[in-house]
């Protein structure tokens, strides 16, 4: 699926003002090709990632890798997926990736253990976000440990590798259990909410429903694998105009009674409306009128 939006001019990269904490769309772009990178970086996605894992074959593992540093030093910002702890290519992935200042975090493939993380973390500065992707059986039920691993800073589910692991299909009520456990975990580490694996296809009704079950299970961010899944993405995991609303007169209400505890629902209430309120400012979404 290609990234390119049929314009060949160069296009400036967009200034992301969405912490990587509440991003909502992930947008993985194959590193072998580099002609895509700056149509990703001006789109609407909350954050970018070039894939050095998956999407590479690994005779051109070392010349991806090269041309995403290449572009992080002319410029460009992204997320990097890297290869896994245990593969050929993790060490030089991250000897090459240190202190790149292109570089703003990396997501670190078939995370599996918390020590993965760690060694990942101090091996690249001991400063660099790392964003565990988990994919399989091991990796679930290691989840809460990754999540409280040093250097950890939001999980992330690979559904598609986690499905060939498992057997297990792709229907809600399957994949149930994984997306809660990486939602507990993400809690129990003190982590911002976990990111949903990608809808594959075109079918925009399909990613819209599939976005909204990433909401209902609590997670708070999703891979997309196409620039015109951001927008989808984006919409559906944000509050609506009509939470907004009800957000904002909640608060009104709250404040001009001085603030005062009523009883026991007032304060789910008050942390529900302070939540829908900071990300209602983030994103820029408008109460409903």
Same mark, same amino acid.
């Given at each position: 699926?290609?990234? +390119? *939006?049929?314009?060949?001019?160069?296009?400036?990269?967009?200034?992301?003002?969405?912490?990587?904490?509440?991003?909502?769309?992930?947008?993985?772009?194959?590193?072998?090709?580099?002609?895509?990178?700056?149509?990703? !970086? !001006?789109?609407? &996605?909350? =954050?970018?990632?070039?894939?050095?894992? $998956? =999407?590479?074959?690994?005779?051109?593992?070392?010349?991806?890798?090269?041309?995403?540093?290449?572009?992080?030093?002319?410029?460009?910002?992204?997320?990097?997926?890297?290869?896994?702890?245990? +593969? $050929?290519?993790?060490?030089?992935?991250?000897?090459?990736?240190?202190?790149?200042?292109?570089?703003?975090?990396?997501?670190?493939?078939?995370?599996?253990?918390?020590? %993965?993380?760690?060694? *990942?973390?101090?091996?690249? $500065?001991?400063?660099?976000?790392?964003?565990?992707?988990?994919?399989?059986?091991?990796?679930?039920?290691? !989840?809460?440990?990754?999540?409280?691993?040093?250097?950890?800073?939001?999980?992330?589910?690979? +559904?598609?590798?986690?499905?060939? $692991? *498992?057997?297990? +299909?792709?229907?809600?009520?399957?994949?149930?259990?994984?997306?809660?456990?990486?939602?507990?975990?993400?809690?129990?580490?003190?982590?911002?909410?976990?990111?949903?694996?990608?809808?594959?296809? *075109?079918?925009?009704?399909?990613?819209?429903? %599939?976005? &909204?079950?990433?909401?209902?299970?609590?997670?708070?961010?999703?891979l997309a694998l196409a620039i015109d899944q951001t927008t989808i993405i984006n919409e559906v995991i944000s509050p609506t105009p009509t939470d907004v609303a009800w957000a904002t007169d909640f608060m009104d209400d709250f404040n001009a009674r001085g603030g005062v505890i009523r009883d026991g629902s007032d304060l789910p209430r008050l942390g529900r409306?302070?939540?829908?309120?900071?990300?209602?400012?983030?994103?820029?979404? %408008?109460?409903?009128?």
């Amino acid at each position: 699926m290609s990234l +390119s *939006t049929g314009n060949d001019a160069a296009k400036p990269a967009r200034t992301r003002n969405i912490p990587a904490e509440i991003a909502r769309s992930w947008l993985l772009v194959p590193a072998t090709k580099p002609e895509t990178f700056d149509d990703a !970086a !001006a789109s609407r &996605a909350d =954050a970018i990632v070039l894939d050095i894992e $998956d =999407a590479v074959d690994p005779m051109n593992k070392a010349s991806a890798r090269a041309g995403v540093i290449d572009w992080m030093n002319n410029g460009g910002k992204a997320w990097v997926r890297i290869n896994d702890v245990y +593969s $050929d290519f993790w060490a030089n992935d991250v000897a090459e990736l240190r202190n790149n200042p292109g570089l703003l975090g990396v997501m670190l493939a078939k995370t599996e253990n918390a020590e %993965q993380v760690k060694e *990942t973390y101090h091996r690249l $500065d001991g400063k660099t976000r790392v964003l565990a992707l988990v994919e399989s059986a091991v990796g679930i039920e290691e !989840a809460n440990n990754i999540a409280k691993a040093e250097g950890a800073f939001r999980l992330a589910f690979g +559904s598609g590798d986690f499905r060939r $692991d *498992t057997g297990m +299909s792709a229907d809600r009520e399957a994949m149930a259990y994984p997306r809660a456990k990486l939602v507990v975990a993400s809690r129990v580490g003190n982590l911002p909410g976990p990111i949903d694996g990608p809808t594959v296809g *075109t079918n925009h009704p399909v990613l819209r429903e %599939q976005s &909204a079950i990433t909401v209902s299970m609590g997670m708070t961010g999703k891979l997309a694998l196409a620039i015109d899944q951001t927008t989808i993405i984006n919409e559906v995991i944000s509050p609506t105009p009509t939470d907004v609303a009800w957000a904002t007169d909640f608060m009104d209400d709250f404040n001009a009674r001085g603030g005062v505890i009523r009883d026991g629902s007032d304060l789910p209430r008050l942390g529900r409306a302070e939540k829908i309120m900071k990300l209602a400012i983030a994103y820029g979404v %408008q109460p409903a009128h």
